[in-house]
C-alpha cells in the first residue's frame, strides 16, 4: 500500500540520458531515445510505485540555447519543472561541469529544491577512479544531497538513485493508480514513438522540423483486436517531405514497420499502422501550429 509520494524532477543537457533513465525506472519504454539531441519536447510525467512509496519522475526536454518558439517553449517546460518539487536529479555526463549545468544548478539554487547529481554513462570509463574529480567539481559548485554514479543504459546504480530519492517522500495517498505508468495517453505515446523512427533514420534538421500527429486511433469491432492507425507527419519543407517519404516510398515505410514494431510492443497487440506527410512551413515559429500541435504553457 503506497502511504507516501515523491515528485522528482529529471533535467540537464540535450543527450545526456534523461530518457533512458525514465524508462529505466519505469521498466518500460515510455519515452522515446535517439542519439540526436532535443530529442524529448515536452515534460513526461513516468510513474513508479514501489513498496510503499509511489514516485512521479517528470522527464523535461535538455536545456539548450533556444532558436526557435518551440525551442522556447523546450527551455521554459524545464525551468518550470525545477520548481515545487520534492527533489530534482540533475543528470550529468562524467565530465568538467559545463556552462549549461551551471545554468541548472542556477535555476535549482533559486527554487531552493532538494537535487541529487546523477552521473550518467559511468560505462564510457576505464577507470573509475576517473569520477573522483568530476564529483569534487561538482560538488564546489552545488550542495547536492547525494551524487550517484549510474548507467541509465544498463541500469547500473538505478537502484542506489531510488534509494536516494525515497529519502524525500512525503506521508500521503498515491497520486495515481498503482498499475498506472506514465500520464502519457496511449495515442500519444504512439505518436513519440514514430518521431523517434524520423529521428533515427533521417539526419541533419529533417527530423527536428517534424512532428506527428494521431488523427486515428481505434480498436475494431470484429473481435480481431487490431488498433487502426492513422498518423499524420508534418514537416516545414517540400524537399524535407520527399526526404521523408523517399523513393518510391521506401523511407517511409521503414519508418513505419519500425514504428509498428515498437507500438505493437507497447500496446500488447496488432496495430494497422498508415502514414501521410504534410508540409506546414515554419511550424516551429508559429504559435497557432504549436498549440495545434499540443505544445502549450497552460
Not at 77 to 83: G, K, M, N, P
Not at 107 to 127: H, Y
Not at 236 to 244: A, D, F, L, R, T
Amino acid at each position: 500500500m503506497i502511504t507516501k509520494t515523491a515528485m522528482i524532477t529529471i533535467c540537464g543537457r540535450p543527450n545526456v540520458g534523461k530518457s533512458t533513465l525514465t524508462n529505466a525506472l519505469v521498466g518500460e519504454k515510455i519515452a522515446i531515445v535517439s542519439p540526436k539531441p532535443q530529442t524529448t519536447r515536452t515534460r513526461i510525467l513516468a510513474v513508479v510505485s514501489r513498496d510503499q512509496t509511489q514516485f512521479v519522475f517528470a522527464d523535461t526536454p535538455g536545456f539548450h540555447r533556444a532558436r526557435t518558439r518551440l525551442g522556447a517553449y523546450m527551455d521554459d517546460v524545464v525551468r518550470r519543472s525545477v520548481a515545487d518539487v520534492d527533489a530534482v536529479v540533475l543528470m550529468a555526463e562524467p565530465a568538467a561541469v559545463g556552462e549549461l549545468e551551471k545554468k541548472l544548478i542556477a535555476r535549482i539554487r533559486e527554487t531552493g529544491a532538494s537535487a541529487v547529481l546523477a552521473v550518467n554513462k559511468v560505462d564510457t570509463l576505464e577507470d573509475k577512479s576517473a569520477l573522483l574529480p568530476v564529483i569534487d567539481a561538482y560538488s564546489r559548485v552545488y550542495d547536492f544531497s547525494a551524487i550517484v554514479p549510474i548507467c541509465a543504459r544498463t541500469g547500473e546504480g538505478v537502484e542506489e538513485l531510488l534509494a536516494e530519492l525515497d529519502k524525500f517522500a512525503q506521508p500521503g495517498p498515491a497520486l495515481f493508480p498503482e498499475d498506472v505508468i506514465s500520464d502519457q495517453p496511449e495515442k500519444q505515446i504512439c505518436a513519440e514513438i514514430v518521431r523517434e523512427k524520423l529521428l533515427l533514420c533521417l539526419d541533419k534538421e529533417v527530423p527536428h522540423g517534424t512532428a506527428v500527429v494521431v488523427t486515428r486511433f481505434s480498436e475494431r469491432d470484429d473481435g480481431s483486436d487490431i488498433i487502426d492507425l492513422d498518423v499524420t507527419i508534418y514537416c516545414e519543407k517540400q524537399s524535407h517531405k520527399g526526404i521523408i517519404i523517399g523513393k518510391h516510398g521506401a523511407m517511409l515505410k521503414k519508418i513505419g514497420e519500425l514504428a509498428r514494431r515498437d507500438i505493437e510492443a507497447f500496446m500488447g497487440t496488432r496495430v494497422f499502422l498508415q502514414t501521410w506527410v504534410k508540409v506546414k512551413e515554419n511550424w516551429r515559429d508559429s504559435d497557432a501550429l504549436l498549440r495545434n500541435f499540443g505544445f502549450t504553457s497552460d
